[in-house]
């Protein structure tokens, strides 16, 4: 294992395409909302294996940009699409009863919040997906 610095423009570069795979993922299950009916995570696995082996893994920066400007969008948007699907997927996560009833925080000390559940944000927290990919 090697420990890796992106570039600004790397991790820009990373985050388009993950713009992009939410941008097709949506379309994808829009246009294929019956074959995917009744699949497990609604049919992600199927997209999945076509996402991986999309040739867009293999565009630079510049080649992501020009793609995104050719599909009228611009790079703003793609990355406030990004922004604004993990908001709603963490606000989503985020919303689901817990389905643990213990009131130990889970460190064999007995602590708990204060209203007979431990740490409800921490526990939400370490549910969700951690994406600090917003932060740049």
């Not at 995570?41 to 630079?60: K, R, S």
């Not at 460190?107 to 997906?129: I, L, P, R, V, Y």
Request: no cysteine; hydrophobic share 40%; glycine share 10%.
């Amino acid at each position: 294992m090697a420990i890796v610095f992106p570039s600004k423009t790397g991790k820009k570069r990373s985050l388009l395409i993950d713009g992009f795979r939410i941008l097709a993922w949506e379309e994808f299950r829009a246009t294929h909302k019956e074959e995917l009916k009744g699949l497990e995570y609604g049919g992600y696995g199927v997209f999945e294996i076509e996402w991986n082996a999309h040739e867009i893994h293999n565009m630079t920066y510049v080649e992501l940009v020009a793609l995104a400007k050719s599909l009228e969008f611009a790079e703003n948007e793609l990355l406030n699409l990004r922004s604004n699907y993990y908001a709603k997927k963490n606000a989503m996560a985020a919303n689901k009863p817990q389905a643990a009833t213990s009131k130990s925080n889970g460190n064999g000390n007995g602590n708990t919040n204060g209203n007979g559940s431990a740490n409800g944000a921490a526990m939400a927290m370490a549910a969700q997906e951690f994406d600090n990919g917003d932060l740049f």
